[in-house]
């Protein structure tokens, strides 16, 4: 049982009831956007659904994986995920989620997302979610609610894209070795490892892998890798303990790594994204 959180109604609903209501709320709302929060327990899953607007959807505690026919993605800490108006997805908890999901029409504002895209969130964006998220959205709009949302709005084509999506594959053999992966990742794990695992030939398993994310596994080790070192590295944690702690041999190995995958040292990198963010967050303070 789940403490609703949604507009649709007071009390302990079920989960799937509380999705159902969620949905046909948001069917008959008009209003632009409508952002809304909801808590997950480990392990659960959102069956398959879709809605006449495109859902801005970020985990502010615990992980995600996202199910569309288009591939699966976990998306990480400080990302969202955009899922436009549509497409039939399904959402699974990998560990307790704190989730605030934005849902907007799609002719709301020139410039929407019109593909799913993992995107990076601003400290500005987060803070907007978090406080349009504080009051009941059934309740009338103050004016400094709408400007809120209207803010909020503008700021969504605003978001950079970022290659942090992390397909996941169907295949519950491989998912479950990948699982463990994001449990204890290490960039010495080897194609060879993974197959003997599975009693499959290197070139059957090279060929399932890829087929199941569209990757190979060098390339998904290190968006797994990245997915690991960038919210410890925001976070100011040294570089060093960093790569040693993700099973690096060296710092220079890592930042080798991290370049390839992002086009630049983690450095210059966590320093290009505070400086794109700091003029919104000098804007907000106008």
Same mark, same amino acid.
């Given at each position: 049982?789940?403490?609703?959180?949604?507009?649709?109604?007071?009390?302990?609903?079920?989960?799937?009831? =509380?999705? =159902?209501?969620?949905?046909?709320?948001?069917?008959?709302?008009?209003?632009?956007?409508?952002?809304?929060?909801?808590?997950?327990?480990?392990?659960?899953?959102?069956?398959?659904?879709?809605?006449?607007?495109?859902?801005?959807?970020?985990?502010?505690?615990?992980?995600?994986?996202?199910?569309?026919?288009?591939?699966?993605?976990?998306?990480?800490?400080?990302?969202?995920?955009?899922?436009?108006?549509?497409?039939?997805?399904?959402?699974?908890?990998?560990?307790?989620?704190?989730?605030?999901?934005?849902?907007?029409?799609?002719?709301?504002?020139?410039?929407?997302?019109?593909?799913?895209?993992?995107?990076?969130?601003?400290?500005?964006?987060?803070?907007?979610?978090?406080?349009?998220?504080?009051?009941?959205?059934?309740?009338?709009?103050?004016?400094?609610?709408?400007?809120?949302?209207?803010?909020?709005?503008?700021?969504?084509?605003?978001?950079?894209?970022?290659?942090?999506?992390?397909?996941?594959?169907?295949?519950?053999?491989?998912?479950?070795?990948?699982?463990?992966?994001?449990?204890?990742?290490?960039?010495?794990?080897?194609?060879?490892?993974?197959?003997?695992?599975?009693?499959?030939?290197?070139?059957?398993?090279?060929?399932?892998?890829?087929?199941?994310?569209?990757?190979?596994?060098?390339?998904?080790?290190?968006?797994?890798?990245?997915?690991?070192?960038?919210?410890?590295?925001?976070?100011?944690?040294?570089?060093?303990?960093?790569?040693?702690?993700?099973?690096?041999?060296?710092?220079?190995?890592?930042?080798? =790594?991290?370049?390839? =995958?992002?086009?630049?040292?983690?450095?210059?990198?966590?320093?290009?994204?505070?400086?794109?963010?700091?003029?919104?967050?000098?804007?907000?303070?106008?």
């Amino acid at each position: 049982m789940l403490k609703e959180e949604t507009p649709a109604g007071n009390g302990d609903v079920s989960m799937f009831e =509380m999705h =159902m209501r969620r949905l046909r709320w948001l069917e008959q709302k008009s209003d632009h956007i409508v952002a809304l929060p909801c808590e997950y327990p480990d392990g659960y899953r959102v069956p398959e659904h879709d809605h006449d607007r495109a859902q801005l959807l970020h985990a502010l505690h615990g992980v995600v994986l996202i199910k569309t026919k288009f591939g699966r993605w976990i998306v990480p800490p400080d990302h969202a995920m955009w899922v436009p108006a549509g497409i039939v997805h399904s959402v699974e908890m990998l560990g307790d989620v704190s989730m605030r999901s934005v849902y907007v029409l799609p002719d709301a504002i020139e410039g929407l997302p019109s593909r799913l895209r993992v995107v990076a969130v601003s400290d500005l964006m987060r803070s907007l979610i978090i406080e349009a998220v504080q009051k009941p959205a059934q309740s009338a709009p103050s004016e400094r609610r709408i400007l809120l949302l209207n803010l909020l709005l503008l700021e969504i084509p605003r978001l950079p894209e970022r290659p942090l999506g992390l397909t996941f594959p169907s295949d519950p053999r491989i998912a479950a070795l990948c699982r463990r992966f994001l449990a204890e990742p290490s960039p010495h794990t080897t194609i060879d490892d993974w197959a003997e695992l599975l009693g499959m030939s290197r070139r059957s398993f090279t060929r399932t892998f890829h087929r199941e994310t569209g990757l190979s596994l060098s390339t998904w080790r290190q968006q797994a890798l990245l997915f690991a070192a960038l919210p410890r590295l925001a976070d100011g944690e040294p570089i060093t303990s960093v790569a040693l702690d993700l099973g690096y041999d060296s710092v220079p190995a890592f930042t080798t =790594m991290f370049k390839r =995958m992002l086009g630049a040292s983690p450095r210059n990198y966590l320093r290009r994204s505070f400086e794109a963010e700091r003029p919104l967050r000098q804007e907000l303070l106008i």
